[in-house]
């Protein structure tokens, strides 16, 4: 295990752990099938900024049909430790936008950690 810096305002001796968090979101459809989506982008809502895309996604090794990340402990400069931020997930099949959630996401100054929203959603 590692332990937060001071920089990071931890308290005092948190233990930080080595693995690598993603909060990610399963899309099916009424039949339980994996859907693919064509298209999908992430949000962050109070910046109107892209944080993800299908096309500019270091993440594709993560992700297997019908999972899609969200957000990894890579993003956690995007969240905050007093409540989280609010992220957009947004799918596309063609160019029907079939998936739109929202999610809030805050750190431990240590990993990323869901506060609320879908991990599964079905279309």
Do not use: W
């Not at 049909?65 to 997930?89: A, C, Q, R, S």
């Not at 506060?115 to 599964?120: A, N, P, V």
């Amino acid at each position: 295990m590692l332990t937060c810096s001071v920089n990071l305002s931890c308290d005092k001796g948190e233990p930080c752990t080595m693995e690598f968090r993603t909060i990610g979101v399963t899309i099916t459809d009424k039949q339980g099938k994996d859907v693919e989506l064509d298209d999908f982008y992430v949000i962050k809502i109070a910046a109107n900024d892209t944080i993800l895309s299908k096309a500019d996604n270091p993440y594709q090794s993560f992700e297997y049909k019908g999972y899609y990340v969200i957000l990894t402990d890579n993003e956690m400069h995007h969240t905050n430790n007093k409540g989280g931020n609010l992220f957009n997930f947004v799918g596309f099949l063609n160019t029907d936008k079939v998936v739109d959630q929202t999610y809030r996401i805050s750190h431990d100054n240590c990993h990323i950690k869901l506060i609320s929203g879908e991990t599964q959603v079905i279309i």
